[in-house]
């Protein structure tokens, strides 16, 4: 079984890397996120918490 990264497209069928990888809900919808991908995420909504804009 594979896991896609929903930002970047990235897939990963390595169940010990897929440890690392984020799983995230927005609006109700789920979101697997790469490594890569998940540190970006993470800046991106902290900076959301000083700014409203997205
Ligand atoms: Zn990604």
Known sequence: MSTTCDLCGTV???PQRL???TVSFER???QDLCVTCARRHL???EGKLDS???
């Open 28 to 30: 109700g919808r789920r």
């Open 52 to 54: 409203e804009h997205w």
């Open 19 to 21: 440890l690392a990888w």
């Open 12 to 14: 990963e069928d390595d």
């Open 43 to 45: 800046r991106a909504l």
